[in-house]
């Protein structure tokens, strides 16, 4: 299989399984680094490749200027598309498997907030407005459930049951969906978004039914939100880079520091593989520690046996 074919195959490859389009986009663009490679390499046929020059390719990425998180990102597409090729017959064996990328044991990429600032942030749209209470309900969601961006956008009416206090996720990574349970303060602000604005805002587009809209009835879009967040972390004086994605690291980073499993944790942030959500166990090894040694029945024994 020439690069080409394999480029194109790929892609229809992605598309099939549900992947979403700023996915394959995604992985069709981290690859061009490869094929450019492969070019550089003679290699015309994906099939003859041995894991010895894909250990070469690995090496020669780590050697670009881009930053380590951009060198894992190529590594893993890398895996991907072999992994594609051992799925659809093109290869016996994979010889992709357990190749390391740069990030391999590197903990979670910071920043994380903490909870005073996580509360500054959240208090920070004027909820007399009625942008503010979109706002506020939208922050309060995504902390609360740790979803993604992609996955807030395309939320719908229907994916909220305020009385159950559930949250359908339709279009999760992979095209999997998963439920996820919304907080007591999430829900109260959903609910005033959903009563007092939402209608006023479908308003201008009757039949739109994304969850979030703007004020003339469109759904909201990546930058919107990522302005948003912006403005409000500005606002609250909090000098970390923060996104939608700080905001599901903070999620995810605060249950875990409550004593959350991380089994549970895997299934609500809609994780395909428990490796992905267990770096979380070290962004806060101290916070971790000091919640073992509080709750674990072993600990418990040690410190009663301690004071005989």
């Not at 894992?72 to 090729?85: D, G, M, N, Y």
């Not at 999997?176 to 805002?201: Q, S």
């Amino acid at each position: 299989m020439t690069p080409d074919e394999a480029r194109i195959e790929f892609r229809a490859w992605l598309k099939l399984r549900n992947y979403r389009p700023n996915s394959v986009i995604g992985y069709t663009r981290t690859l061009n680094c490869f094929w450019a490679w492969l070019s550089n390499e003679g290699v015309t046929d994906l099939r003859s490749m041995t894991r010895a020059q894909l250990q070469r390719y690995a090496a020669y990425v780590q050697t670009l200027a881009v930053s380590r998180a951009t060198q894992a990102v190529r590594i893993r597409a890398l895996k991907r598309l072999f992994s594609f090729l051992v799925e659809s017959n093109y290869l016996l064996m994979n010889p992709a498997a357990g190749l390391r990328d740069p990030s391999s044991g590197q903990p979670l990429p910071k920043p994380i907030l903490t909870h005073a600032e996580m509360k500054r942030l959240l208090t920070q749209p004027n909820t007399s407005l009625a942008h503010g209470i979109r706002d506020r309900a939208f922050l309060e969601l995504l902390y609360s459930t740790g979803i993604r961006i992609g996955e807030a956008i395309a939320l719908t009416v229907y994916d909220v049951d305020l009385e159950a206090g559930l949250l359908k996720v339709q279009l999760g990574k992979g095209g999997k969906g998963r439920v996820a349970p919304i907080g007591k303060e999430a829900a109260r602000w959903l609910r005033e978004y959903l009563e007092k604005i939402r209608p006023w805002h479908n308003g201008l587009a009757p039949h739109e039914r994304r969850l979030f809209l703007t004020y003339q009835g469109h759904p909201l879009t990546h930058s919107t939100i990522e302005m948003m967040i912006r403005r409000y972390t500005r606002a609250a004086q909090i000098k970390k880079r923060v996104t939608c994605h700080t905001l599901r690291h903070t999620c995810a980073t605060h249950l875990l520091e409550a004593g959350a499993d991380v089994v549970a944790i895997k299934e609500l942030l809609g994780h395909q593989d428990l490796r992905t959500t267990q770096i979380y166990t070290r962004v806060r090894p101290v916070e971790v520690k000091a919640m073992h040694q509080a709750t674990h029945p072993r600990e418990q024994g040690l410190r009663e046996r301690r004071g005989n």
